[in-house]
């Protein structure tokens, strides 16, 4: 009955019943039985929709219920899953990518000394090697392409970490290239 207690929380509820699209198992009714209304002001009572369900048929309601949201809990559960392991395969990508660049600047780093070695020994004409060079000399051209990031990624970390390997331009045989030089301040070996 509408003039129960609690006569706010009530009022309040049935505006939103009112005022809602979507059928919520409960029909509003004014003085007389079989009328139903929409206007707040002509309501007398609230009634089930479905009040001669038998027993039955209410358990197979509520089943439906209980497993409709069981359903839905566990798609979300693996929807949950497959994402957690989409991550855990992207963050063991990032961490194998990240260890093949540290290697190849390590590389990279021995391949500028060893020239370096070399032009002071006189075995080489020039103190500096060409960046695509060294990319040749430690990556199998059938590798290239799959080692592309790695090695972009390691010629940056060179670039922007070593402070012994310093990036040049030289003109070689016509063409303006980029080069790394050793720049290390004590020299070993004699010229």
Same mark, same amino acid.
């Given at each position: 009955?509408?003039?129960?207690?609690?006569?706010?929380?009530?009022?309040?509820?049935?505006?939103?019943?009112? %005022? =809602?699209?979507?059928? &919520? *198992?409960?029909?509003?009714?004014?003085?007389? /039985?079989?009328?139903?209304?929409?206007?707040?002001?002509?309501?007398?009572?609230?009634? %089930? =929709?479905?009040?001669? &369900? *038998?027993?039955?048929?209410?358990?197979?309601? /509520?089943?439906?219920?209980?497993?409709?949201?069981?359903?839905?809990?566990?798609?979300?559960?693996?929807?949950?899953?497959?994402?957690?392991?989409?991550?855990?395969?992207?963050?063991?990508?990032?961490?194998?990518?990240?260890?093949?660049?540290?290697?190849?600047?390590?590389?990279?780093?021995?391949?500028?000394?060893?020239?370096?070695?070399?032009?002071?020994?006189?075995?080489?004409?020039?103190?500096?090697?060409?960046?695509?060079?060294?990319?040749?000399?430690?990556?199998?051209?059938?590798?290239?392409?799959?080692?592309?990031?790695?090695?972009?990624?390691?010629?940056?970390?060179?670039?922007?970490?070593?402070?012994?390997?310093?990036?040049?331009?030289?003109?070689?045989?016509?063409?303006?290239?980029?080069?790394?030089?050793?720049?290390?301040?004590?020299?070993?070996?004699?010229?």
């Amino acid at each position: 009955n509408v003039g129960g207690y609690s006569a706010e929380k009530f009022d309040s509820a049935l505006d939103w019943m009112l %005022s =809602s699209d979507q059928h &919520l *198992g409960i029909w509003a009714k004014g003085e007389d /039985a079989e009328e139903l209304v929409t206007i707040r002001a002509d309501v007398f009572c609230v009634e %089930s =929709s479905q009040p001669r &369900l *038998g027993f039955v048929c209410r358990l197979k309601n /509520a089943l439906y219920t209980a497993i409709s949201n069981l359903f839905m809990a566990l798609i979300g559960i693996f929807i949950l899953w497959i994402i957690l392991i989409f991550l855990r395969y992207h963050w063991q990508e990032l961490e194998e990518e990240e260890k093949q660049m540290f290697a190849m600047v390590e590389k990279i780093i021995d391949v500028v000394k060893h020239q370096h070695i070399d032009w002071t020994l006189r075995k080489e004409q020039d103190p500096y090697i060409g960046i695509l060079h060294v990319r040749d000399s430690l990556i199998m051209p059938k590798d290239r392409k799959r080692l592309r990031k790695v090695w972009d990624r390691s010629v940056k970390f060179v670039e922007d970490n070593e402070s012994r390997v310093r990036t040049e331009s030289h003109r070689i045989a016509g063409a303006d290239l980029m080069v790394w030089r050793w720049t290390e301040a004590r020299n070993k070996y004699p010229r």
